[in-house]
């Protein structure tokens, strides 16, 4: 019998026993080792891998049946050089210098251990001479030269196991196999014959006896290709890397050499200087030259993971383009257009994303509540008119009112909102401009309810036309607009201010203003759509400058003049028409003085 150092057990344990049981256990699960087995036997050159469980029975009076676990290759397999001095003699390897080979230190083997099997047999061959050997509990080992010709390496682990832990063990077993090996580039088979519940041995039997080497007929595939579980995805390849990546949430990174993981997180610290650019994604690479670091938490950013990080980035213009064609698509077969917004906005907010931005503006990517297409360009073109960007979550009369003055107005969605925003181009000077502005329709506009001259009763027919002049002669010269946020200023003829500026009275009860004292609105000539109080953000186009003033018929202040006007005209329209100019904020430039010139005119005329 032969031993390894580590198997003294008559004091403390040696250095070298606990290293050995550091690498014993150097895996989060013990069934990892499974990763170790594949590793090695590709080294060796195999063209397939078959891993199988089968399942002895509890004997008798026993509460625990045998588990075997066979990992099967087809390799070069080992001499009895390659047995004494690599697989039973620690740190030795001839991997070290070799970039072929995925693994580096001649350690994996010890794994195995880490499930703390009952028995672990081996038998290989090459060169003519063909090996057995037997380890125990204990990690001694027999080792005896067998007649009986080996192709490659063949292992079996016994372990005790009751019968209600087997089937969460043999779960374990296929999910550590399609966690490490899902993307082998070697073909790997898992087989699973517990479920049949037979035994290869008589009943009482030694259970260790007895291994089978033969696969069965209902193995299925572990390794799959390249590919990911997202809603969009593509895949990019090119010499020496493959690369899949696309859009799932959360976003996960893997990173595989020969197909096998060296990597799978959720953790964005692993993408170093790439995580502005590539942390919203998920993605898949495949490159002979990466590696792990030695503590296997992460990959080792050398030459070949840049040069792996850079074919990633090649693979995401693939994918971009694909999106933008899914977006255009979901418009016009209206789907919901949220998920897709989601990930356009993502896209526009990496620091890179200026080029994409630009060559996004002619694409149809968002929709107006009639479902036509709009591009971010004849957004854009709006946002230049009126100063913001105009949503609406429904359609109604106060949107049909806006379409037939010529407004575009999107879907309202989260994610439409956050593409809105992405796409904004940064203002030279942020402090002179905030941020893009994006409000509802109805946030804007209202439609308050009209009342026709001649529902009015004479007093207010009265009063009305009397402020009417008066304010035509206060605003005949120039009209500034300081409640916009660049004040507008303009200086037609006075003739064309006169003929179009107009005073109606409307009822604006039961209609949320956002303040109770509203006196008037504005809107345009036809005086149906009116600008609710203070719009602080919205810049007026030129076919909605003020021109009609909405007088609240039920406002205080108009009651008031009104019971004045029944004395005093003159008077009770000055009040009034100060008090529009006033909540207009278009009192500066004389406006009082030229209305007191006018009703001067007016009283001499008079006399």
């Given at each position: 019998m032969s031993q390894p150092p580590?198997?003294?057990?008559?004091?403390?344990?040696?250095?070298?026993e606990q290293a050995l049981a550091n690498l014993v256990n150097q895996f989060a699960r013990p069934l990892d080792f499974l990763r170790e087995l594949a590793q090695n036997s590709i080294d060796a050159g195999s063209p397939r891998i078959e891993v199988a469980v089968a399942w002895d029975p509890p004997p008798p009076g026993s509460p625990e049946g045998v588990l075997r676990i066979h990992v099967d290759d087809f390799g070069e397999g080992m001499d009895e050089d390659i047995i004494d001095n690599q697989l039973t003699r620690l740190f030795s390897s001839t991997k070290e210098d070799d970039l072929t080979k995925i693994g580096k230190f001649g350690i994996g083997f010890t794994s195995i251990f880490a499930i703390l099997p009952e028995a672990v047999l081996l038998r290989t061959g090459r060169h003519g001479e063909y090996w057995e050997l037997l380890f125990h509990a204990d990690r001694s080992f027999d080792k005896v030269r067998i007649d009986e010709p080996?192709?490659?390496?063949?292992?079996?682990?016994?372990?005790?196991?009751?019968?209600?832990?087997?089937?969460?063990?043999?779960?374990?077993?296929?999910?550590?196999?399609?966690?490490?090996c899902e993307h082998s580039d070697t073909p790997i088979t898992f087989d699973d014959r517990t479920t049949e519940a037979r035994s290869d041995a008589p009943v009482g039997a030694d259970p260790f006896a007895a291994f089978d080497q033969e696969s069965a007929p209902g193995s299925e595939r572990v390794n799959r290709p390249l590919s990911l579980d997202a809603a969009l995805q593509h895949l990019h390849v090119e010499d020496g890397l493959e690369a899949a990546i696309g859009y799932s949430d959360p976003p996960r990174f893997g990173f595989y050499n020969g197909g096998?993981?060296?990597?799978?997180?959720?953790?964005?610290?692993?993408?170093?200087?790439?995580?502005?650019?590539?942390?919203?994604?998920?993605?898949k690479v495949k490159h002979d030259g990466l590696e792990h670091?030695?503590?296997?938490?992460?990959?080792?950013?050398?030459?070949?993971?840049?040069?792996?990080?850079?074919?990633?980035l090649r693979a995401r213009s693939g994918l971009r383009r694909k999106l933008v064609e899914r977006a255009v698509a979901a418009v016009d077969a209206g789907e919901a257009l949220?998920?897709?917004?989601?990930?356009?906005?993502?896209?526009?907010?990496t620091p890179d994303s200026r080029a994409f931005i630009e060559a996004l503006a002619m694409s149809p990517v968002f929709r107006d509540l009639d479902g036509r297409p709009v591009t971010l360009e004849a957004m854009r073109k709006q946002e230049g008119r009126v100063g913001g960007v105009l949503v609406a979550d429904r359609s109604g009369a106060l949107t049909e009112a806006l379409a037939s003055l010529g407004l575009l107005l999107l879907e309202d969605h989260p994610d439409t909102r956050a593409l809105i925003l992405a796409t904004e181009e940064p203002p030279l000077f942020e402090f002179l401009r905030g941020r893009r502005e994006i409000k509802r329709a109805d946030e804007v506009f209202v439609l308050p309810a009209l009342i026709e001259e001649g529902e009015l009763d004479p007093l207010e027919r009265r009063l009305l036309h009397r402020t009417e002049e008066l304010l035509r002669s206060a605003v005949g010269v120039r009209v500034h607009l300081p409640m916009t946020q660049r004040v507008l200023q303009w200086a037609p003829s006075r003739n064309s201010v006169v003929n179009r500026?107009?005073?109606?009275?409307?009822?604006?009860?039961?209609?949320?203003?956002?303040?109770?004292?509203?006196?008037?609105?504005?809107?345009?000539?036809?005086?149906?759509?009116?600008?609710?109080?203070?719009?602080?953000?919205?810049?007026?186009?030129?076919?909605?400058?003020?021109?009609?003033?909405?007088i609240n018929r039920y406002h205080p202040l108009f009651r008031a003049q009104l019971l004045a006007s029944a004395e005093d005209l003159d008077v009770a329209a000055y009040g009034l028409a100060s008090a529009l100019l006033h909540c207009e904020g278009l009192e500066g430039d004389g406006a009082h003085h030229r209305m007191l010139g006018t009703l001067a005119d007016d009283l001499g005329s008079r006399s």
């Open positions: 580590s198997v003294d057990r008559s004091g403390p344990p040696s250095l070298a080996i192709q490659g390496t063949r292992l079996t682990l016994f372990k005790r196991l009751p019968a209600d832990r087997l089937r969460p063990f043999v779960q374990e077993v296929r999910f550590v196999l399609d966690y490490w096998l993981t060296l990597l799978n997180t959720q953790n964005t610290d692993v993408l170093g200087s790439y995580r502005e650019q590539l942390g919203h994604l998920s993605f670091t030695l503590t296997r938490d992460n990959v080792l950013h050398d030459q070949n993971w840049e040069r792996a990080m850079q074919g990633v949220g998920p897709w917004h989601a990930r356009l906005a993502a896209e526009c907010r500026l107009s005073v109606r009275i409307g009822d604006f009860g039961g209609m949320d203003l956002g303040r109770t004292d509203v006196l008037a609105l504005n809107g345009p000539t036809d005086g149906r759509v009116f600008i609710r109080p203070e719009p602080t953000w919205f810049r007026l186009p030129a076919f909605l400058l003020w021109r009609t003033l909405l």
